[in-house]
């Protein structure tokens, strides 16, 4: 019985270490942003493609890699997740320009993706006994890697540069590889299938998402009504061609079926959308306004992140108790309350009320995240879980890759308060559709009601 507890518990750990590289690298790059942006000579517009490109090559990369875990074997696809993000954080540090360091970090996108939909395959199928804790525990490695990359990132590039965001991936990829190979268990690939990856459905999401950023970045200064009408065309052409399908990219059927569904993938799209423009934008606005050091960047934005982690338990505790609708009308309120404040925020103010605003933001984190995940299972059926659960994540990845095209509009040409200020009115109508939808979503023991009632 022993034996069997210390090989479930490396089996968690060899998974967390490789599952927690996807978030450590979405996060550590905020505080690196602006030693980028001197380096390659960018604009905040230019170097927001280092956020967009991560994002959409993680939403267009999850769903495949499940699948071609389900073909290869998970164990397979694992370690060649990691060799991906080996090589991307290999070959970055050495980029002789921006495109090549744009395609480091998609190469990255695409082998930290891997490995999430691999391990989880991995932990179902081999964890019957205890498996809501050890998904907590898998949970716990994203979150705090989430949440402490941009410290990580602001000490590492005080200490060195920019480079060594990238290198710092290598004792977390080279543990996770040895310990895959003896602990990772050997599973019978299934047979393989190519047309079960749709790829023309990812074609043009990716074509759809590229003109939408490229019409939003484009506002301050000649706009790019081309960039627009391809948006239009490739998104109808994938609605169109996505109903059709027996396995499409996005469920375009099952969004039309189930409306709080869908309007929990929206009110998390925007929660996103919002939390990622202060995730990203103010370590850009501490180090070129306010000129703090990267290290001591780093350590601000603790008081957003922290806070998020901290308050997490206390929102799954109320979760256990009401269901997910009053934590998630509390993190509304909370969203909606720190982006009011931050309009209070200028030039004057003390750093001490720039982190009470910033803690109040995390802690709106801390019970959205918790919540929305719980009533997104409150409203959809158990078979019907697994789908659900990626169409959430790319919820997540569409608000990060917005949220970055919003600052590359608002932060392009001028950054001060007045900047942040327009940031955070955009932000607050986003706030008050949130808590609108939060308002709105039927409560766990309502929706009981109904099915009885029925």
Known sequence: MTEKIRKRWLLIVTIGLGTLLNPLNSSMIS???????HEFALTFADAS??????????AAGQPVMGKLSDMFGPKRLFIAGLILVAAASMLAPLSPN???????????ALGSSTLFP??????????????????AILSVF???????????????????DWQSIFLINFPFIILSFVLALFILPNTEQGKFEIKRIDFVGISLFITAMVGIILFLLSLDQTIRWWALLLFLAAGIGFY?????????????????????????????????????????????FLQQVRHYSE????LIMLSLAGFGVIVSPLAGRIIDKYGSKLPLVIGAALLLAGTGLLLTYHETSPLFWLLIIMAVLGMSNGFTNVSMQTALYEH??????????????????????????????????????????????????????VFALALKLPGKIKRKEKVLKS
């Open 31 to 37: 505080v690196a942003l602006t030693r980028m942006q």
């Open 49 to 58: 493609w280092l956020i967009s490109i991560f994002y959409l090559a993680s």
């Open 98 to 108: 921006f495109p090549f360091l744009l395609g480091c970090r998609a190469l990255q």
């Open 118 to 135: 691999s391990g989880m395959s991995m932990v179902r199928k081999h964890i019957t006994k205890g498996q809501g804790k050890a998904l």
């Open 142 to 160: 994203a979150s705090t890697s989430a949440a402490f990359g941009p410290s990580i990132g602001g000490f590492l590039i005080a200490a060195w």
């Open 240 to 284: 169109v061609y996505e109903i059709k399908q027996t396995e499409p990219f996005i469920d375009m059927k099952g969004l039309t079926k189930n409306h709080n569904v869908s309007f929990i993938y929206l009110q998390f799209m925007s929660i996103n959308l919002i939390y990622y423009c202060y995730f990203f934008g103010f370590p850009t």
């Open 295 to 298: 290290q001591h960047t780093g």
């Open 380 to 433: 959809v059926k158990p078979e019907e879980t697994g789908s659900a659960s990626g169409l959430f994540q790319t919820s997540r990845y569409l608000g990060a890759i917005l949220s970055s095209s919003l600052l590359g509009l608002t932060f392009n040409r001028h950054l001060d308060d007045q900047h942040l200020h327009l940031v955070a009115m955009i932000c607050f109508v986003f706030c008050v559709a």
